[in-house]
């Protein structure tokens, strides 16, 4: 009855998959969903791949342990959205590419975007791997399967997910994920509170510290959890695609705000269900704290289905960023973002970029076996956090004051950065937060280049006047 209530949604799904594939004709329907999203299309591509493990199996897990610092995750994504609706998203969409390096290449040139690329496929593949971590746990958390069946089981249903119509589908599938999934949480929480966890109940019997403090892990962790949810929300190529698909400017910015307020609740839902099962006294493998909670509280029809809605979510959420990963690689390092694509080219791109996803899906699915059992959201802040942490600024720059950072600055403000990022936890210094350090870095880079710019121009305009 289990499996019955499972498969039932999943059909569903399926359904709605290929009847969104059937219009699939061109490389640009597959990357941009043929420029046509509607404002909850363009919601739904946003939500579809930021919402996931992380938000829902990750939450719960890091709620069990640490309550409400667990909120980080979609609170941070929310308030980055929010600010890339409103000031950023129509730049963005008025400029008519596909790919974040190539809006950068327009600006400061080939190198910068390449390693542009790089930087955000190297994030966002660790956040697939987070996505694996959840939906391996999601599968041994019910059925006795073992870590290499669970990971190839899933894997092959990311791939069926992406290869049944790419973003165009996928606009229609986020927006079922989405109505689904708050449904599912609404439910559970709500027979969280049926069961006995009631709110009076839990901040009576939970201390404050860690569970009812949003800094529990500590301020620095936090704060740099949130900053690296902001950052990473802007630098991360599926959640820019969603904006590019938009009909209009107009659209793109409507639909990125909605996701904004959508996201939020969602994480309290999910901290809610985790402080419960931690005031039951259940113990168990954090991991496997929200299939747990699903299979003993709901009969097994509906437990199927709620499970099923779990697992889409985060099937989806893993489809999406490999997908943008895949048409970074293909558009930006195989055929250099063309704005205009020959028909010789269509095949071509799209057979590119099905091999490309192939190759991250299975890549992600050994890594995520050997991470097996580690913290979801640990690697999920720490994605986002390498996405943005060199691109961030340069980008903020190219579109709200273009032309004011020359190139070779921009460079090296993307370069060190990311280096920084990566030698602060080897000096030994404990007191330096990584993220931090590297963001300072590269924001210190991008000021001193557009003084600089600056300076020459005005001594040029002197020069001309003489």
């Known amino acids: 009855m289990f499996l019955a209530g499972a498969i039932f949604l999943v059909v569903i799904f399926v359904i709605i998959s290929v009847i969104a594939s059937r219009n699939i004709k061109s490389s640009e329907d597959y990357s941009v969903a043929g420029r046509s999203a509607t404002i909850s299309?363009?919601?739904?591509?946003?939500?579809?791949?930021?919402?996931?493990?992380?938000?829902?199996?990750?939450?719960?897990?890091?709620?069990?342990?640490?309550?409400?610092?667990?909120?980080?995750?979609?609170?941070?994504?929310?308030?980055?959205c929010l600010i890339l609706g409103v000031w950023f998203a129509k730049p963005l969409r008025d400029s008519g590419l596909v790919t974040i390096p190539a809006f950068l290449k327009v600006h400061y040139g080939k190198s910068l975007s390449q390693?542009?690329?790089?930087?955000?496929?190297?994030?966002?593949?660790?956040?697939?791997?987070?996505?694996?971590?959840?939906?391996?746990?999601?599968f041994r958390g019910v059925f006795p399967l073992g870590l290499f069946q669970a990971s190839l089981i899933f894997g092959i249903l990311v791939l069926g997910f992406i290869y049944l119509g790419g973003l165009k589908s996928y606009s229609q599938i986020g927006k079922a994920k989405i109505a689904t999934l708050y449904l599912?949480?609404?439910?559970?929480?709500?027979?969280?509170?049926?069961?006995?966890?009631?709110?009076?109940?839990?901040?009576?019997d939970l201390p404050f510290n860690p569970y009812f403090n949003i800094f529990g892990r500590g301020i620095s962790s936090d704060v740099g959890a949130l900053i690296s949810m902001i950052v990473?929300?802007?630098?991360?190529?599926?959640?820019?695609?969603?904006?590019?698909?938009?009909?209009?400017?107009?659209t793109a910015r409507k639909g990125v705000i909605l996701a904004s307020f959508l996201m939020p609740p969602l994480g309290l839902m999910g901290i809610y269900i985790g402080l419960s099962m931690k005031y039951a006294g259940v113990q168990i493998n954090t991991s496997q704290a929200l299939p747990y909670f699903i299979i003993h509280t709901f009969p097994a029809p509906v437990a199927g289905i709620l499970w099923a809605g779990i697992l889409i979510t985060v099937i989806g959420a893993a489809a999406g960023l490999s997908l943008g990963i895949s048409t970074n690689i293909v558009m930006d390092l195989f055929f250099h973002s063309p704005l205009a694509?020959?028909?010789?080219?269509?095949?071509?791109?799209l057979i590119v970029s099905?091999?490309?996803?192939?190759?991250?899906?299975?890549?992600?699915?050994?890594?995520?076996?050997?991470?097996?059992?580690?913290?979801?959201?640990?690697?999920?802040?720490?994605?986002?956090?390498?996405?943005?942490?060199?691109?961030?600024?340069?980008?903020?720059?190219?579109?709200?004051?273009?032309?004011?950072?020359?190139?070779?600055?921009?460079?090296?403000?993307?370069?060190?950065?990311?280096?920084?990022?990566?030698?602060?936890?080897?000096?030994?210094?404990?007191?330096?937060?990584?993220?931090?350090?590297?963001?300072?870095?590269?924001?210190?880079?991008?000021?001193?280049?557009?003084?600089?710019?600056?300076?020459?121009?005005?001594?040029?305009?002197?020069?001309?006047?003489?």
């Open 41 to 80: 299309g363009v919601s739904g591509i946003i939500m579809g791949a930021l919402v996931g493990g992380a938000s829902t199996v990750g939450t719960v897990q890091m709620a069990y342990e640490w309550g409400l610092s667990a909120w980080w995750f979609t609170l941070g994504a929310g308030i980055g």
């Open 115 to 138: 390693v542009s690329m790089l930087s955000s496929s190297v994030g966002t593949f660790i956040s697939i791997i987070a996505q694996f971590l959840a939906g391996v746990a999601l």
């Open 184 to 204: 599912t949480l609404f439910i559970c929480s709500l027979f969280a509170v049926l069961g006995g966890s009631t709110p009076v109940g839990l901040l009576q």
């Open 232 to 250: 990473g929300v802007f630098c991360t190529q599926i959640y820019i695609q969603g904006i590019y698909a938009a009909s209009d400017s107009r």
């Open 341 to 349: 694509i020959d028909e010789a080219s269509e095949f071509k791109i």
């Open 354 to 466: 099905r091999i490309t996803v192939a190759f991250i899906v299975v890549s992600a699915a050994y890594v995520g076996t050997i991470l097996n059992g580690s913290m979801i959201l640990h690697w999920s802040f720490l994605s986002m956090g390498l996405r943005g942490v060199g691109t961030f600024f340069p980008l903020i720059v190219a579109i709200l004051w273009p032309g004011s950072l020359p190139g070779n600055w921009a460079l090296i403000s993307v370069i060190s950065g990311i280096s920084v990022l990566f030698a602060v936890p080897f000096s030994g210094n404990e007191t330096l937060h990584p993220l931090f350090t590297g963001l300072i870095t590269s924001g210190a880079f991008v000021i001193a280049g557009s003084i600089h710019s600056k300076q020459n121009r005005n001594n040029l305009n002197r020069n001309s006047r003489r």
